[in-house]
């Protein structure tokens, strides 16, 4: 038998302890019996796909059911995940049937428009039409060198485990999710991998903590962190490791950063997913001192390309004439008139002339409105074949807050 016969198919629910293993050997990750229970909650065995050889499960892809927010709207998108083929059976086009498959069983079930990913290797990916549509700032903030403005009331915070205060971070993160960008929705499955505190994601830091800011309407704003002791000759050097923050205005948002930045002992505080817009770098008063690295966030892939795009809403009025590729799902291929603003949009096939010509990668990257067009064709990926038609589609499919997604699923 070769690679090309080994059977792809839907998984069972028998399927997923070799399909766990296989993930945790894929990512360089210890067996856990702890960890493979929390990801068998979430796990849908409907939406996974397994490769197998044999006895063994030799290739994996799986979607979960989420929607995502996405500008001036929210939408039911696949979170795929788990993707990844035995180092055995590598080179072999496993990865590229698997994704071939995901892809054409999203696109047939008609449920979902997109598709989102995390890429562990971002290379990848175009292959199979995805486009970076979301970049976030990694912090190393030296606490001693920043200050943010000095509180104008003693602050309302209440401090306690996750899990203690789920209730308080549900409803901040439900009532702030509809106007995030990037922002998923969570279940009680999805809530249970959030504030999960196994020893074996700890890295030698602490439990889980977490903290609720109190406003005059009530719980306005958490955060999550860990701490990891160290000491030099000189003295404390432990680490604040935020795993999440979130506030429903500045005065929540300023007092959680006060809280964090200000833990006794503690010489630095890290955050890996603050929005390229994120309020902090305005707040405190020597921005740079936040030692800030761009990384990939999420990837998009337009599944159903005119609902999609009528789907969300825009920044200005605009009418423009999309030609787009796309070789896996042709159904998306062709000329696109997209008419729209604020209030709503429409997206139709049409023998008219086209405007702009790209990839479909390039429509997913532009999706979230933290790619701009204009970026794009500046980079030769968007071509503008009627002048003026790229600064106006660009300016549209802008955004007033930048995405981030605050998690990595």
Known sequence: MTDADLPLRTATPDDFPKASAL?????????????????????????????????????????????????????????????????????????????????????????????????????????FGYGLASTRLELAIDNRQVTLPAATAPPRLRAGTPADLLPELTKVYDTLRPERPGWSSRDEAGWATVVADLAIYREGATERRAVVHEGDGGIDGYAMWRTKSGWTNTGPNAEVHVTEIAAANPVAYAALWRFLLGIDLARRVMYGFAAVDDPLLHMVDDAPRLDT????????????????????????????????????????????????????????????????????????????????????????????????????????FGWHRMPISPEVF
């Not at 696109?107 to 989102?116: F, K, L, T």
Request: hydrophobic content about 45%; proline content about 6%; some cysteine.
């Open 23 to 127: 993930l945790f050997a894929l990512f360089h990750r210890a067996l856990d019996q702890e960890a493979q229970d929390l990801d068998r909650r979430v796990w849908e065995a409907d939406r996974a796909l397994v490769v197998t050889d044999g006895p063994d499960v030799v290739g994996h892809a799986a979607a979960l059911t989420r929607e995502l927010t996405v500008p001036g709207a929210v939408l039911p998108a696949a979170h795929v995940t788990g993707v990844g083929v035995a180092p055995t059976h590598r080179r072999r086009g496993l990865l590229t049937r698997l994704m071939h498959r995901q892809l054409r069983d999203v696109r047939d079930a008609g449920r979902e428009p997109i598709a989102v990913l995390w890429a562990s290797e971002a290379r990848i990916y175009p292959r």
């Open 293 to 396: 690295h761009l990384s990939d966030g999420l990837w998009v892939r337009v599944v159903d390309l005119p609902a999609a795009l009528a789907a969300r809403r825009y920044t200005a009025p605009f009418d423009v004439v999309l030609d787009v590729s796309d070789p896996l799902l042709p159904e998306n291929a062709g000329r696109w008139r997209v008419a729209g603003g604020p209030g709503g949009a429409t997206c139709e096939r049409t023998d008219a002339a086209a405007d702009l010509a790209c990839d479909i990668v390039d429509v997913g990257a532009a999706y979230l409105g933290g790619t701009s067009l204009a970026a794009l064709a500046g980079a030769g990926r968007v071509r503008e074949l009627r002048p003026g038609a790229v600064n106006a589609a660009s300016t549209a």
